[in-house]
C-alpha cells in the first residue's frame, strides 16, 4: 500500500501524462489544487519507475522482433547462395554469402562492439555458420 496521495487517487492518470509530457510541479498543482506541488514532485519517482519499465518492455520487444528479422534474413540468403549454387550461377552465390557476411557482421557489433571490426570474410561456411548460430544464440539470451 503506497502513502502518495496521487497514487491513491482517481485522478492519477491524468496527472502521470502531465508528468510526462515534462509539465512543472507548480502548472500540475495548479491544475489539481488538491495536490501541493510537493505533492507532485514526491510522485514524480512513481511515474518514472512506469516509463523505465514500458521502456525496458519495448526495448525488449523491439530486440524479439530484430533477432527475428535477422534469422529470417540469414535463412533467405542463404536459400539464395543454395539456389544460386545449384544453378551455377557463382557470383550471384558469393553476392549472397557477402550478404550473410554483412549481416553477421552488423549482429555482431550489435551484441558485442568491444570487439567489432574481425573481419568474418576469411572464415569456411561451417565457421561462419557457428558464427551466425553464436551470435543470434546471445541475441537471444541478451533479449530475454
Known amino acids: 500500500m503506497t502513502n502518495c496521495s496521487i497514487c ?7 496527472i502521470d501524462q ?12 495548479r491544475q489539481f489544487p488538491d495536490f501541493s506541488k510537493d505533492a507532485v514532485r514526491r510522485h514524480r519517482p512513481h511515474v518514472s519507475k512506469k516509463i523505465q519499465e514500458a521502456n525496458e518492455e519495448r526495448e ?10 535477422l534469422k529470417e ?9 543454395d539456389n544460386a549454387k545449384h544453378a551455377e550461377d557463382y557470383k550471384a552465390a558469393a553476392s549472397a554469402l557477402g550478404h550473410i557476411i554483412r549481416v553477421a557482421e552488423i549482429l555482431s557489433k550489435m551484441i558485442d562492439p568491444e570487439n567489432y571490426g574481425r573481419s568474418l570474410e ?8 557457428a558464427e551466425i548460430a553464436e551470435l543470434l544464440q546471445r541475441a537471444e539470451t541478451q533479449a530475454s
Open 18 to 29: 502531465l508528468i510526462v509530457t515534462g509539465a512543472s510541479n507548480r502548472a500540475i498543482s
Open 73 to 81: 534474413t540469414v535463412e533467405g540468403l542463404r536459400d539464395l547462395a
Open 122 to 129: 576469411t572464415l569456411t561456411d561451417e565457421e561462419l555458420n
Open 8 to 14: 491513491a487517487s482517481k485522478i492519477k492518470h491524468r
Open 60 to 69: 525488449k520487444e523491439h530486440g524479439l522482433q530484430l533477432d527475428s528479422l
